[in-house]
Each structure stands twice: as C-alpha cells, then as structure tokens.
Nanobody
Framework: QVQFVESGGGLVQSGGSLRLSCAASKFTFSAYTMSWYRQAQGKERELVAHISNRGITSNYAASVKDRFTISRDNTKNTVYLQMNSLKPEDTAVYYC???????WGQGTQVTVSS
C-alpha cells in the first residue's frame, strides 16, 4: 500500500517560513503528479499545489500563489512545500498525495500565530 509521511510542520509567527517534506514509498513516485493539500479545523480539505511527475510544471491555489513553492526530488521519492510569508489563515494540517489520490498519511500540523 502506498505510504506518505509528512514532516516539517510546527508553530511559526506570522510572516515566517516553514519547509514541509513528504516521503513517499511503495509506488513509482517519479511517474505521478504530486500534490499538497491542507485541512483547517472544521473545514474541508483543499488543494494547495501540485507538481508534474518530472517537476516541470506546477500550479497553486490563489490563496498561496507567490508565497508557497512546491518541488520534488525523484531520487529521494520526496516532495517539498516551501512556505514563506505565512499567515494565520495558513494554519492547518498539511498532507501530500499523488494524482489520482491514494491513501492519506498522518499529515503535519502548521500553526501560524498572529
């Protein structure tokens, strides 16, 4: 079964930065588009960004565009999310997944204080 292990979350002040990592295993990572999602408390999970299988193209939700950068290292089966200029509304549990979606990992909590 596909596994995703997210890490790198934490508590940061507004305007700060974090870099999330997601290590994938038990599937052909380099063949798939990868995505980051987030779910704030009491809200539905939303797509934040995705990156093509070779990392050539990426797309972002309007709310994070120009602040977040998605990248990947196919030699390490890992996808990253660099988050800059963080805002309190970015507070959520962040998850990665493939396209199409597989089973979910435990996510990593990001909390941005004002």
């Amino acid at each position: 079964q596909v596994q995703f292990v997210e890490s790198g979350g934490g508590l940061v002040q507004s305007g700060g930065s974090l870099r999330l990592s997601c290590a994938a295993s038990k599937f052909t990572f380099s063949a798939y588009t990868m995505s980051w999602y987030r779910q704030a408390q009491g809200k539905e999970r939303e797509l934040v960004a995705h990156i093509s299988n070779r990392g050539i193209t990426s797309n972002y939700a309007a709310s994070v565009k120009d602040r977040f950068t998605i990248s990947r290292d196919n030699t390490k089966n890992t996808v990253y999310l660099q988050m800059n200029s963080l805002k309190p509304e970015d507070t959520a549990v962040y998850y990665c997944n493939a396209v199409p979606v597989r089973s979910w990992g435990q996510g990593t909590q990001v909390t941005v204080s004002s």
